[in-house]
């Protein structure tokens, strides 16, 4: 049996140029064979195609066609970003030259957690994370971030420098607008139960949280939102800050989906008191075109990051620190990492702050269309104008049943990829338009299907 080819070295090249005409040949198949947005037949279906096309997982004997077979079957059964009927999550349809960077990540395949291994790598992610810090936190002082696998991972970072910059504990304030990795972070640094603040529609009270921070004792952490999961809202952000500073709390802004407004000159102000955070946590692979992962945590103070400082002597013995090679261990809680920061850096750099401001623009004129659009058809109620690039919306005095029955056909028929939030105690459809490519006749088309749904359901036609 002969070797298998390596990716790089000097015969890299030659060998991923045909492999790679073999997953885009097997890509554009799959994606033909699936026809629309989400495979059709729900979990079971898809399940069942998968399985007959993979076969054996480990034969005795290697396929050689095993690439185009898996990736063509991965392809058909999968859900599409980049299809303008595909709007359900914070999942975006990945730049091209973002994922060509990845691959050359890939092939590449330094690993963050030493030097010795990522030489050029770990000074590009110390070039860019101190750049998107100032974005974020203003140009005076030093600030730093952190690459992170995402919002998660972010925000439990920033409890635990909290915790550690606050003596050993503190307490968590958090609107019931909030993440959910927010408390489970809590819960898994063994922190005290979170306080939850009333957020009235969809926005954290900055009266409310006043009045918490007020009979709470401290140390305190208050995590506000800019971009809700739900919503796309925007916590009032300079209030929150006001009140933070007036009960000496920490301030953590998780701008996983909200943090790329910075890009755009007309949209900027909305996320005004951000550079107020101690943290910042931003998702490039929401608002930002990354294949995931795409995330960053910013710190105002580069001290905060001493927490995590730790030693291994195979990795970063004291004598080499002092003889003038970087630590990068103190970097993350990961040990293994893949240079992620090469597709945020090769992205900033290609389309520059106009470039990343005009799709984050463009998205959110999207939403606002399809907002005009829901509210002028006398079948449909529109919860409230978008703030980034969400909408909630449901039918006409449709119970929640009826509302989560049409999502869940849309799904089956593969035909909409749609998501739902519950909000001001009603069940609503979520679009979340993160494709630019979406179109005015793609939005109409969305609004159609979801219409026609609703009206098979309401004469008794249940979903295949």
Known sequence: ???????????????????????????????????????????????????RAVGEVLPGRGDPQALHTLVRAVAEGAADPAHPRCAAH????????????????????????????????????????????????????????????GGTEANHLALLLAREARGGTVRLVVGDNAHHSLPRAAWLLGLPDPVVVAAPGGRLDPAALDAALSRTPGPLLVA???????????????????RCAA????????????????????????????????????????????????????????????????????LNADDDTDAGLPDLLGR???????PDILKLAVTLKTLGRDGLGALVDQVCARAEEFAALVRDHPGFDLHAPPALSTVLFRPTAAPDTTVAAVRRALLTDGTAVLGRARLDGRLWLKAT?????TGPDDLAALLHLVAARRATLAEGHTPR
């Open 433 to 437: 338009l993160l494709n630019p490519a």
């Open 1 to 51: 049996m002969r070797t298998p080819s390596l990716a790089s070295g000097p015969d890299g090249a030659r060998a991923l140029r045909p492999l790679l005409a073999t997953v885009l040949d097997a890509l554009d198949t799959g994606a033909r064979s699936r026809g629309g947005p989400l495979p059709a037949g729900g979990p079971q279906a898809v399940a069942a195609r998968l399985r």
């Open 224 to 242: 506000a939102t800019a971009g809700t999961t739900d919503a796309g809202l925007i916590d009032p952000l300079p209030e929150i800050a006001d």
């Open 90 to 149: 914070l999942h975006c349809p990945p730049l091209a030259v973002a994922a060509a960077a990845d691959l050359a990540a890939s092939v590449l395949n330094p690993s963050l957690d030493s030097w010795d291994q990522a030489p050029a790598a770990s000074e590009l992610e110390a070039m860019v994370t101190q750049a998107l810090a100032r974005e974020i936190h203003g140009p005076g002082g030093s600030p730093d971030a952190l690459v992170t696998t």
């Open 247 to 314: 009960h000496g709390a920490r301030l953590h802004i998780d701008a996983a989906y909200g943090g790329a407004l910075l890009f755009s000159t007309c949209r900027r102000t909305l996320l005004g008191g951000l550079d107020a955070a101690d943290t910042v946590t931003l998702d490039l692979h929401k608002l930002g075109w990354q294949p995931a992962a795409a995330g960053i945590l910013t710190v105002r103070d580069p001290g905060d990051l001493a927490a995590l400082r730790h030693r291994a002597d195979y």
């Open 332 to 338: 993350s809680l990961r040990t293994t990492r893949r």
